[in-house]
């Protein structure tokens, strides 16, 4: 799924690279290639591509990695809603 595109800036993926011991699950488990290794660490290099699953936290041994599912979607929905309440103009980069 390279190149897909979620909701820019809105993810609340987060990673402890000083936690990471380098196993290479959040690599092998994300559905969209959003996780690297570099220097034996896990690094994140497609941001906006994260859709929020949670599986790549649920499967890190060190709980490295942080994700609340569905929440930045929520968010950007919710803002979305209330543009058209207030009519504040909102951009989106969604898929
Ligand atoms: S939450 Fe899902 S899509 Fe996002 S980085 Fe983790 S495994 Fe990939
Ligand atoms: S699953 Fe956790 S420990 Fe393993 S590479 Fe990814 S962040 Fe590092």
Redesign the pocket.
Known sequence: MKGFRYLKDV?T?SLDRTACVGCGM?VT???????GLRDQKAE?TDFD?????????RNCPVDA?N?T?GVGCASYIMTVWLSRITGRPVTSDCC
Do not use: D, N, T
């Not at 488990?29 to 996780?35: E, L």
């Not at 591509?49 to 936290?57: D, F, K, T």
């Open positions: 993810a993926l959040c488990v994300c559905p969209h290639r959003i996780f994140i591509a994260c859709m929020e699953c949670g599986a790549c936290a990695i994700v599912p």
